[in-house]
């Protein structure tokens, strides 16, 4: 198994055994066969009126999109709770919903990947990001 430059190996005991590593590629390849097998059905899924995606290189339109505007303007972390009834995702970020993620391209999931790398770095994990990250993958 390859390491990071600078990461240390988890202590002896603590790392995944080779059983649950083989498991998790095992269901992440299922995930993303049966993905894969409806992508044509979703992506002729009608999107709402509100979803206007942003192109391949706009970094900055991506992260608004994802994250929402809420977000990208006061640093806030995931949903306020209490927001009224509707949800509005230009403010509180998209989901990555199959009907979105599978019009995207390779490039474009690329792009999205990359910079969703340089956000993990600018703030903690949260659940809204590593669901995205998840998505993008199995893409």
């Not at 083989?22 to 009608?46: G, I, M, P």
């Not at 809420?70 to 403010?91: F, M």
Request: proline content about 6%; glycine content about 6%; some cysteine.
């Amino acid at each position: 198994m390859s390491r990071c430059r600078g990461c240390q190996p988890a202590p002896e005991g603590y790392s995944p055994t080779l059983q649950w590593q083989q498991q998790q590629v095992a269901q992440f390849s299922t995930v993303r066969q049966n993905v894969n097998k409806h992508r044509s059905h979703w992506k002729s899924q009608q999107l709402d009126s509100n979803v206007t995606m942003p192109k391949s290189e706009d970094e900055e339109g991506w992260k608004k999109f994802c994250l929402g505007e809420k977000l990208c303007a006061d640093g806030a972390v995931g949903p306020s709770t209490n927001e009224s009834p509707g949800i509005d995702y230009v403010q509180i970020g998209f989901p990555p919903l199959l009907s979105i993620v599978s019009r995207m391209n390779q490039a474009t999931i690329t792009s999205v990947l990359e910079y969703l790398s340089n956000w993990f770095g600018d703030r903690d994990f949260t659940p809204e990001l590593v669901v995205l990250h998840f998505f993008l993958f199995i893409m």
